[in-house]
């Protein structure tokens, strides 16, 4: 049964079925060959009971904040102060790249918004200052994954739902790996240059003066960042309360930049919409199939077969990790976080492994699987902000910074204090 699954599941992606009827589909053919009682007469009162969520409320209220900082033009400005701090280093404005994904990412909580808001504003620069355009596109890839590890994080709401695991713990344990991550990708470019010093383009010119008037383009994602999570950990609100004070102060933002009118506001909810309707159907059709899986013995197994093959935990764990990043290359991310986490989890938790540190481990994972072919949605983002080329040029310009994140898997398993320090002295 475990093979039919996988069988199933791959097939239906493969002739392009959209991801939420695939796992709706797998559901219905488990449920009508392998269960006793029609399970599907269930989907109503699941949709239902998961749809009431209080936790749920965060995602669309964290995409709506993504879409105004965007529309009101704020990741632009804030983009080009970044230019003016950190394009003195080997590499100039692919640091900024990074710098930028990083900030815009502790304001909005997603990848693809981080990617795409950052490649339409940082591509012109390519041939503004001559860079090697792979590289540079794949600072971009790579740094849009920033987006669902640095909190507030989309995914990491839906882990701590699914893991009944503390929310405000996994924002504090994301901290130090985002950061690190950002800096590991930096350092890759700077490798990458001094090694090369072509790709690295011509210098950007700019003076102390300008660099002192570009910083108060840094405080406005700096400071939706510090009003939600900050609203957090000072215990005035909870992640949910957090997005929706972080929409208002992003309101407020726009306001402040002229931007805020009621064709910007439609466009945004529009966006919204689209997005938070998606992400849901996918979520409700993915807990449908986990809830058959369980009924039908599925999970049972997947742990019987785990016992029976006589590894020690860790190497359970790095199974674990190869299963993640070949399946990251044939499945997007929010899909592979909702099927695999209930499955996955409780076996590596029940092995003694922490339910926070194991989070952001799989949200790394799932960082991956955004920049690596054939189903990476980053690439296809950076790729659809350029104005032709092919996508060749996106994965080969992406490969060094998979490299490097498989550095930063290897780090955290060897020293799990790194995800694991904040929430230890808070908690």
């Known amino acids: 049964m475990l093979a039919w699954t996988g069988v199933i599941l791959l097939s239906l992606l493969a002739?392009?079925?959209?991801?939420?009827?695939?796992?709706?589909?797998?559901?219905?053919?488990?449920?009508?060959?392998?269960?006793?009682?029609?399970?599907?007469?269930?989907?109503?009162?699941?949709?239902?009971?998961?749809?009431?969520?209080?936790?749920?409320?965060?995602?669309?209220?964290?995409?709506?904040?993504?879409?105004?900082?965007?529309?009101?033009?704020?990741?632009?400005?804030?983009?080009?102060?970044?230019?003016?701090?950190?394009?003195?280093?080997?590499?100039?404005?692919?640091?900024?790249?990074?710098g930028s994904c990083a900030i815009f990412?502790?304001?909005?909580?997603?990848?693809?918004?981080t990617a795409a808001t950052v490649g339409t504003v940082a591509y012109p620069e390519v041939a503004r200052r001559g860079y090697n355009e792979p590289l540079f596109l794949g600072t971009l890839a790579a740094g849009g994954t920033l987006g669902i590890l640095i909190p507030p994080s989309i995914n990491l709401i839906i882990y701590g739902l699914l893991t009944d695991t503390s929310v405000p713990q996994l924002y504090l344990a994301g901290f130090i790996p985002g950061l690190l991550l950002a800096s590991l990708f930096m350092l890759t470019i700077l490798v990458a240059v001094l090694i090369k010093p072509k790709w690295g383009g011509s210098p950007v010119e700019t003076t102390w003066d300008k660099r002192w008037k570009s910083l108060p383009h840094l405080l406005p994602p700096l400071s939706i960042f510090v009003v939600v999570v900050g609203s957090i950990y000072a215990g005035i609100a909870t992640p949910t309360e957090a997005a929706s004070v972080g929409v208002v102060a992003s309101m407020i933002l726009a306001a402040c930049f002229g931007a805020l009118n009621l064709d910007m506001l439609r466009q945004a909810v529009e966006g919204t919409l689209r997005t938070t309707a998606m992400v849901m159907l996918i979520i409700f059709a993915a807990l449908f199939l986990n809830f058959v899986l369980a009924a039908v013995g599925m999970t049972g197994k997947l742990i019987e077969l785990i016992d029976n093959l006589g590894v020690t935990p860790m190497q359970t764990l790095w199974v674990v990790i190869v299963f993640y990043i070949v399946l990251g290359c044939f499945m997007e991310t929010l899909s592979m976080l909702i099927t695999t986490t209930p499955l996955i989890a409780p076996i590596l938790i029940g092995l003694g492994f922490d339910p926070v540190w194991l989070g952001i481990l799989i949200t790394i994972l799932l960082e991956t699987a955004l920049i690596t072919p054939p189903v990476g949605v980053n690439l296809y983002i950076v790729h659809g902000v350029r104005d032709g080329g092919a996508m060749n040029d996106v994965i080969i310009g992406t490969l060094p910074f998979v490299l490097t994140m498989f550095v930063m898997i290897g780090m955290l398993v060897m020293f799990p204090k790194i995800a694991l320090f904040l929430p230890s002295l808070f908690y």
Do not use: C, K
């Not at 949709?47 to 669309?60: D, R, S």
């Not at 990741?75 to 640091?95: D, F, I, K, N």
């Open 105 to 113: 990412a502790a304001s909005s909580g997603s990848s693809v918004a």
């Open 15 to 98: 002739l392009s079925v959209p991801v939420a009827a695939a796992l709706g589909w797998l559901g219905l053919i488990l449920d009508n060959f392998f269960s006793l009682m029609p399970l599907h007469l269930a989907l109503g009162e699941i949709v239902w009971q998961n749809a009431v969520e209080y936790v749920l409320v965060a995602i669309p209220l964290f995409i709506l904040l993504g879409e105004i900082l965007l529309r009101a033009g704020i990741a632009e400005r804030m983009y080009g102060a970044m230019v003016q701090w950190m394009s003195w280093l080997p590499g100039g404005t692919m640091h900024s790249n990074i």
